[in-house]
């Protein structure tokens, strides 16, 4: 019960933001050519990418039901530097894919030799966790073997998924919630994301702290010092410490929005960075680090 509750107030809140999008694209499509029209539309919601989050909200299941087995071959191409998927092909870099769908996570293959973080995924490949998979390997199973960076497009990975089901598993496609309908558990994380936690960011930030110091006249480590980085050039500065051309190049100062991009995938927003931290997955824990370090 509760659950479906947190389902639906998540729906609710989800349509919410859907009439926030709405009403700025009509005030813009309106005032379009009035002098009062603001530099920037719209409403900027801390901690949520609004494509992202748009596109997080379409079932896996309805972009199942839609896939395309060709297009997900084509996909395919991408992962065939270090898998086959061919029956009784062999193990490559990644191990042969042939009936993988529906078939255990990190097991037989031939023998292939998995990481041990993979293992600890108990249980078998269905349709969700193999989306999980791909969207994020390293965010998946930690550690992993899997130096795939992930597919961003939820619709290449449901084509691809779609493809592999072809090669020998043929598992009936799950079902497609009816619209208006609750979606399955898991399916649609809602997007709404309160205001940052300083106090739940501080516990965010021990991800961080591998890395970064952030108190005042912190030493720089394998990452710059963040004192007071919010609100701060990029890429520059923090006593001389040596960024990435890629990071330098930026400019700019951080800001929410900046840093939420950033945390998201920080090889996604600048290719070439030196930060090798896969991103947060969670926006509640970005907006609640960003707070954090707000207050730091
Ligand atoms: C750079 C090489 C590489 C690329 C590219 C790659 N993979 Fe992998 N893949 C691996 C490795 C290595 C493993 C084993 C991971 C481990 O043990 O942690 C793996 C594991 C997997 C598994 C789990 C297999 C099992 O038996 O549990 C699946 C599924 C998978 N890959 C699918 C894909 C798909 C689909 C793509 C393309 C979209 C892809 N991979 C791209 C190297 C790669
Ligand atoms: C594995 C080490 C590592 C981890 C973990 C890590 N970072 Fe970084 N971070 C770096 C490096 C290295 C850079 C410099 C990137 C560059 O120059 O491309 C950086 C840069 C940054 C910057 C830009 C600083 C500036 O002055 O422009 C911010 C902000 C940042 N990190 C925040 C975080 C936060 C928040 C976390 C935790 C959620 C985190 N980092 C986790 C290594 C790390």
């Given at each position: 019960m509760e659950n479906r509750f947190n389902t639906i107030a998540g729906w609710v809140l989800f349509s919410g933001i859907v009439a926030l999008g709405l009403s700025s694209l009509s005030s813009h499509y309106f005032h379009a050519d009035k002098p009062e029209r603001p530099e920037t539309m719209?409403?900027?919601i801390a901690g949520v990418s609004?494509?992202?989050a748009a596109a997080a909200a379409v079932p896996i299941e309805a972009l199942l039901a839609k896939a395309d087995p060709a297009k997900g071959q084509a996909v395919f191409a991408k992962c065939a530097s270090c898998h086959n998927a061919a029956?009784?092909?062999p193990n490559g870099i990644g191990p042969n894919l042939y009936g993988i769908v529906g078939d255990s996570i990190a097991q037989g293959r031939g023998g292939f030799a998995f990481s041990d973080a993979l293992k600890k995924h108990a249980g078998k490949w269905d349709f969700k966790t193999l989306?999980?998979?791909?969207?994020?390997p390293a965010a998946f199973a930690p550690g992993t073997k899997m130096t795939f960076a992930g597919l961003d497009d939820a619709q290449d990975r449901a084509n691809v998924?779609?493809?592999l089901n072809k090669q020998g598993s043929n598992l009936p496609l799950p079902p497609v919630p009816a619209a208006g309908a609750a979606p399955a558990a898991g399916a649609a994380a809602a997007p709404a994301v309160a205001a940052g936690d300083p106090v739940k960011g501080k516990a965010v930030f021990a991800k961080c702290g591998a890395c970064h110091t952030n108190n005042a006249g912190g030493a720089n480590g394998i990452g710059p010092n963040l004192h007071g980085i919010v609100g701060d050039d990029v890429g520059k500065g923090r006593g001389g410490y040596a960024f990435s051309d890629g990071l330098a190049k930026v400019g700019g100062k951080w800001d929410e929005a900046k840093l939420d991009k950033w945390l998201t995938s920080p090889r996604d927003m600048v290719s070439g960075t030196k930060m090798t931290f896969a991103g947060l997955d969670n926006a509640q824990d970005r907006a609640d680090v960003i707070a954090y370090l707000k207050a730091n």
């Open positions: 719209g409403y900027a609004t494509g992202g029956q009784g092909g989306d999980a998979w791909l969207t994020g998924i779609v493809y």
